[in-house]
DNA sequence: TGTTCAACGAGACGGTGCGTCTCGTCAACC
DNA sequence: GGTTGACGAGACGCACCGTCTCGTTGAACA
C-alpha cells in the first residue's frame, strides 16, 4: 500500500538536472502542449522510469524546473528596503512585470499555471515553495513602512499585496492589457493612495 | 488549403446541445483531466466527426458550454444602478465570488481557464466573447457613478475593474485565501477609498 | 579495496485518447 | 422523388501514458 520510498541519498544529481534543464528547453520551444514525460526523458537521455522514481506528475517536474530557474540553495526572499516606499514598490512590481514578459521565464511558469488550474496537490506545492515566500517577503516590506508611519496603522498588508499584484497575474494570464513599467507604476500610486498615512505629508517620499 | 467550411443552415441543434450538456456533465463529474472528445461523443450519443466539424478545440466546446450556462440569446449584459454605488458594486462582487463557488459553474470555468492558458485562440475567443462584454458593463456602471459625481473626475475606470476582480480571480485560481462575501466587501470599501470623489461627503451612501 | 544493492538507461507492453477517414442513414431543399 | 451534405458509428495509425522488466553502474559502507 505504501509508496515503495527511494533511497534519495543515492540520487544522482546529473540526472536532475537533465531533466530540469530538458524539461526547460522543451517547454520554451514546444510550449506546454508538445511536453511530454517521453521527450523530457528522451532530450534528458534518461529512463522514463527515472523520472516517475522521482516526481509525481509532469506538473511537479515543471514546478521544479521553475524552482531551479531563480535559485542557489533554497535562498530565502527578501526585498529593497531602502526607506523610500514608493521606489522600492517600483522596483519590486516593475521586476514582475519584466519577469512575466521574459520568454525564458514565461514559458515554464505558464506551464506550470497551467497544470496547477487542474491540481489541487501541484498548487498546494507552489504555495508552499514559491507563493508563500514571496507573499511574505513582499508583507515583511509592507510591515516595514507601516511601522514607520508610511502606512496607515490599520492597512490590511495581505489585501494591499493582492491589489499590488493580482491585477498583473490577471493581464498576463488572459492578455487584456498591456504589461508595462507604466501598468506597474500606476498598481504603485493605487496602493500607496489607498493605505498613506492620513496626516502625514513629513514621511512621503517625492519623487 | 482552405477549410471546406460545413454549411451552417444543416447543422442540427439537438446534436449541438446534446454535445454542450455531455461537456458540462462530464467536466463536472470527472474533472477536466478526464474530460475526451471521444467521452463527450459517446455521452451526447454523437459522432466524433460532428464535434470535429463544428469546433477547432475541446476548450472551444467547453467555452460554448460555460456561455449556455448564462444565456438566453447573446443577451447583452447589464449591471444594477440603483443610484447606490456602494449597495451596487457588493451585489456584484459578491454574485461574482458566489459564482465561482457554486460548483456547477466553477468545474467548466476551471477547465475553460485551463484550456486557455495554452492557447492563445481559445483565450481571444474568451475575450471577445465574455470578457470584453462583462467588462464593458461594469465599467458603464463605474462610468455612471463618476458623471454622478460619486468618484473623482479622474478616475481610472479600468484600473478600478481590476482592482475590484483581478484579486477575486486570483484567490479562485490559487486558492491562496477565503472567497466569501467578507473579501468581496473589502475589494468594493477599497475601490471607494480609492477613487471617492475629493470633496464631497454629500452624494455618497452612507450604509 | 571490495562488496553490495538500489538507482540508472533502455525499452517492451497494454491501454487510452487523439485526429482523420470512410461507411450507410436520414432529412431538408430543389 | 432526387440530390446532397450533416449525421451516428466506428476503424485506423499514431503519440503518449504509466508500469514493468532487463542488464549496467556507481555511490555508500565495511
Redesign the pocket.
Known sequence: MSAPV??A????S???D?ILAAARELVASDGYR?L????IAARA??????I???WP??GAVVLDAVLALSEGPDAEVELPDTGDLRADLRTVVRATVDELADPSFEAPLRALYAAMITDADLTAAYRRRVADPVDSAKERRLRSARDAGHLAPDTDLGLLRELLFAPIVQRWLLATGPLDHAFADALVENALLVARAPASTEAETAS
Open positions: 527511494p533511497d541519498s543515492r540520487r544522482s546529473r540526472a536532475r537533465a508538445g511530454s514525460i517521453e521527450g537521455g534518461v529512463g522514463k522510469q527515472t516517475y522514481r522521482w506528475s509532469k
